[in-house]
């Protein structure tokens, strides 16, 4: 199927991701139809006022049922039962993906669900913000942001190529990489950082961070997140993530003995190293290189 043969989207999930992608579609699409599920009846109220979809449902099912294109928008811990639910009124070629920031999890449910009915192939928007909730949503939300989509050896060209064409009208940048490498990356580059993040809020002194600069914050900012949703994350990547730990342990362990030794040429030799690799990669993103394929 091509995206201008595309006339029904089902969210499912209406939060800062899933309200922006409806808002990103209508900008984009504004002849198909979204309709949306959120399980909030207050949400399901701002949805519809701020015009992130056409039709609102309280059920799984009445979202669905006239759909060619469902959108997981939801935390991946309710995947499998959204999944489950849809079944009833699944159309039967549908074409189902998500937003979701790990990836071999929700392949492995659907490989279970989608046995007679429904083509899962997953996606990740690589944008997004500590901030939470449909109010926050934002059409531009995804704009010259990376899209990772991960089908698997067995996924129909066609529901690639339907994802391609949706995530690129969005305004990303896409690739494509299986599920098991998308969770090896994404272990490093934002799984560890939140960890990172989360620790040295958790280990500062609470009094003397109120002298913090704008250093601290910045490097503590995605700490703000939602908790339950990150821990669905981390538990859903668990042993890749605690893999990335152990290495940096490892560094960091590396980095205390040069400290103690007072090996100040190995201080900046680490730090040159740091500044060349962070300043290439800001060139990189400037020059909108591509993700590796």
Known sequence: MLIKELESISILGLGLLGGSVGLAINRSFPRIRRAGYSHRQATRQKALAAG????????????????????LASPIGV?????RQMMG??????VVTDV????????????????KKGVFVGSHPMAGSEQQGVEFARADLFDDAHCIITPSEKSPKSAVSLLTQLWQALGMRVCTM????????????????HVLAMTLMNCSDPQQMLLCGKGFLDTTRIA??????WRDIL?????????????????LSHVQVILEKGDDKAVLKMLSKAQSRRNKLVEQKLKRKELPT
């Not at 995947?79 to 999944?83: A, G, R």
């Not at 599920?179 to 950082?193: G, T, W």
């Open 100 to 115: 979701g920031s790990t990836k071999v999890l929700p392949v492995s449910m659907a490989k279970r669900i989608f046995k």
């Open 52 to 71: 992130v979809v056409d039709a609102i449902y309280p059920t799984v099912a009445g979202a669905v049922a006239e759909a060619q294109l469902i959108i």
């Open 235 to 251: 538990s859903a990547n668990a042993g890749l993530t605690a893999a990335a730990i152990k290495q940096i342990i490892k560094e």
């Open 89 to 94: 009124n699944l159309p039967k070629d549908c």
């Open 79 to 83: 995947f499998e039962k959204l999944m």
């Open 178 to 193: 299986s599920p098991a490498a998308h969770d090896r990356v994404l272990a490093r580059i934002s799984h560890l950082p």
């Open 224 to 229: 703000s997140g939602p908790p339950a949703i």
